[in-house]
T-cell receptor
Framework: AQKITQTQPGMFVQEKEAVTLDCTYDTSDPSYGLFWYKQPSSGEMIFLIY??????QNATEGRYSLNFQKARKSANLVISASQLGDSAMYFC??????????????FGDGTTLTVKP | DSGVTQTPKHLITATGQRVTLRCSPRSGDLSVYWYQQSLDQGLQFLIQ???????AKGNILERFSAQQFPDLHSELNLSSLELGDSALYFC??????????????FGPGTRLTVL
């Protein structure tokens, strides 16, 4: 069964500094995708970044990068140059590809990030 | 704006009642996903439909059912409502169904309150 663990319920970071949000996962499927979403206080879910299990390089999207360590089953999100607008809840999620329930996503409990001015 | 629309935005009802949540996917998207976000259960995948057919099932209660219509909009029906069903219900859509990189675009959600 899929499992996502986010061990940091809350994180604080100073504006303009970098922050790493932790995510570990568990799956027996060799083919899967890892995702990070941002949920501001307004409630909408915003896709940030994706990493495929067979991707050789770590994914990057602007100020977001994913530190993918497959052997350790970790997929940490790094936000560089934090901005006040980055304050939000962040969710790590996984989707397996090869099983018959491939549309199913599993989400972690989330990390609340607060950016301090 | 993701292009996914959900109605209503807020819904307040009583225990034992039945409600219907509606979702219209982005233009061109064939897959619709339903999620429930509650304080005690977190964000949970409920069900996926692709082009009218059920494709994946998660932790969806038997009191809940969903369908996707020929025009690709989807409805989530919640019956015999309990206090614990109070949650934010998201709909998401994507183009395909099984591809690993399958970005899901989330709607704004329907906040259900059961009193």
């Amino acid at each position: 069964a899929q499992k996502i663990t986010q061990t940091q319920p809350g994180m604080f970071v100073q504006e303009k500094e970098a922050v790493t949000l932790d995510c570990t996962y568990d799956t027996s499927d060799p083919s899967y995708g890892l995702f990070w979403y941002k949920q501001p206080s307004s409630g909408e879910m915003i896709f940030l970044i994706y990493q495929g299990s067979y991707d050789q390089q770590n994914a990057t999207e602007g100020r977001y990068s994913l530190n993918f360590q497959k052997a350790r089953k970790s997929a940490n999100l790094v936000i560089s140059a934090s901005q006040l607008g980055d304050s939000a809840m962040y969710f790590c999620a996984m989707r397996e590809v090869s099983n018959t329930n491939a549309g199913k996503s599993t989400f972690g409990d989330g990390t609340t990030l607060t950016v301090k001015p | 704006d993701s292009g996914v629309t959900q109605t209503p935005k807020h819904l307040i009802t009583a225990t034992g009642q039945r409600v219907t949540l509606r979702c219209s996917p982005r233009s061109g998207d064939l897959s619709v996903y339903w999620y429930q976000q509650s304080l005690d259960q977190g964000l949970q995948f409920l069900i996926q439909y692709y082009n009218g057919e059920e494709r994946a099932k998660g932790n969806i209660l038997e009191r809940f059912s969903a369908q996707q219509f020929p025009d690709l909009h989807s409805e989530l029906n919640l019956s015999s409502l309990e206090l614990g069903d109070s949650a934010l219900y998201f709909c998401a859509s994507s183009v395909g169904q099984r591809v690993s990189y399958n970005e899901q675009f989330f709607g704004p959600g329907t906040r259900l309150t059961v009193l």
